[in-house]
């Protein structure tokens, strides 16, 4: 497998520990960096596939307990139908921020 050259600022004291590790090993620093590496991938990624697919069986009860999102659209009518002024129906709320004041502006002119 042909390797890539990188470069990686390590903290001075962890470097100087690592040099110590490869004297006593008699491991290339190259050989103990890429080994810590290589295990530091393998534990992340179990913890991330982890928690995805604890996300993605929560995603699953959610689904198949309102399979036709009934509750959903249900909860959306109920907020729609609160509105007191709906400015989608044409009707212009009567309280306006500036930035909202801005966009009629532009849109009226």
Do not use: C, W
Not at 16 to 41: C, W
Not at 60 to 65: L, N
Not at 71 to 87: F, G, H, M, Q, T
């Amino acid at each position: 497998m042909n390797r890539k050259a990188t470069t990686f600022r390590i903290d001075p004291a962890v470097q100087a520990h690592l040099s110590e590790l490869s004297k006593v090993l008699g491991q290339p620093l190259n050989q103990l960096v890429n080994e810590a590496v290589r295990d530091f991938v393998f534990r992340r990624s179990q913890e991330v596939e982890a928690d995805l697919e604890a996300t993605l069986e929560k995603l699953r009860a959610y689904r198949e307990s309102d399979p036709l999102f009934a509750r959903a659209i249900a909860d959306y009518v109920d907020a729609e139908a609160s509105l007191s002024e709906d400015p989608v129906e044409g009707v212009r709320a009567s309280e306006m921020g500036p930035a909202q004041a801005k966009m009629l502006e532009l849109l009226d002119a």
